[in-house]
T-cell receptor
Framework: GAGVSQSPRYKVAKRGQDVALRCDPISGHVSLFWYQQALGQGPEFLTYFQNEAQLDKSGLPSDRFFAERPEGSVSTLKIQRTQQEDSAVYLC??????????????FGPGTRLTVT | AQSVTQPDIHITVSEGASLELRCNYSYGATPYLFWYVQSPGQGLQLLLKYFSGDTLVQGIKGFEAEFKRSQSSFNLRKPSVHWSDAAEYFCAVGGTGRRALTFGSGTRLQVQP
């Protein structure tokens, strides 16, 4: 079946612009995670949704970052007033039911954001 | 707090040679451990995972990993490397319940012909 998809794949923004990054998880997956991967680093957690509820946003680096998943499927990560330090690959991952033995997260291809 | 250390930033091996990528973790309970591979411009693909049971785990593409609780390690191995294995490899811990994965900083593997 279809995997996790993300759009756009590449985004160039001028400093100060707002951007919106979209994630389409695997159909039926309850859990959705956003990660930020800076160049040469491993992914770092941003936020977690269970269905439409945002249960953990402790990883969001500033109040310029906002995420939503209003209908419990597609999620959008929004970054306001982008800064150069926001340049990174943003990865989305989904997972089936929480609390099951299958803790594998399925990752999308990511959105590479470059802020100029 | 959970953490992962991958001590080798970059490794070069010859095609056909054996490979071992190191991973050490810190976790407050029984760890759930993963190895992912990332090719340029691609997302993360799961190679293998350890939850419990047999400490030697087999994965895809001929990879295996051994969980050693006494050493807090989960090293990835492959007996014979192929040129297509050149990529970035990430070890990760956690991911249970609402917990996100905590990743190491990765090891870039280069394969020489």
């Amino acid at each position: 079946g279809a995997g996790v998809s993300q759009s756009p794949r590449y985004k160039v923004a001028k400093r100060g612009q707002d951007v919106a990054l979209r994630c389409d998880p695997i159909s039926g997956h309850v859990s959705l995670f956003w990660y930020q991967q800076a160049l040469g680093q491993g992914p770092e957690f941003l936020t977690y949704f269970q269905n439409e509820a945002q249960l953990d946003k402790s990883g969001l680096p500033s109040d310029r970052f906002f995420a939503e998943r209003p209908e419990g499927s597609v999620s959008t990560l929004k970054i306001q007033r982008t800064q150069q330090e926001d340049s990174a690959v943003y990865l989305c991952a989904s997972r089936p039911l929480p609390g099951t033995e299958n803790y594998e997260q399925y990752f999308g291809p990511g959105t590479r954001l470059t802020v100029t | 707090a959970q953490s992962v250390t991958q001590p080798d930033i970059h490794i070069t091996v010859s095609e056909g040679a054996s490979l071992e990528l190191r991973c050490n973790y810190s976790y407050g309970a029984t760890p759930y451990l993963f190895w992912y591979v990332q090719s340029p411009g691609q997302g993360l693909q799961l190679l293998l995972k350890y939850f419990s049971g047999d400490t030697l785990v087999q994965g895809i593409k001929g990879f295996e990993a051994e969980f050693k609780r006494s050493q807090s390690s989960f090293n990835l191995r492959k007996p014979s490397v192929h040129w297509s294995d050149a990529a970035e490899y990430f070890c990760a811990v956690g991911g249970t319940g609402r917990r996100a994965l905590t990743f190491g900083s990765g090891t870039r593997l280069q394969v020489q012909p």
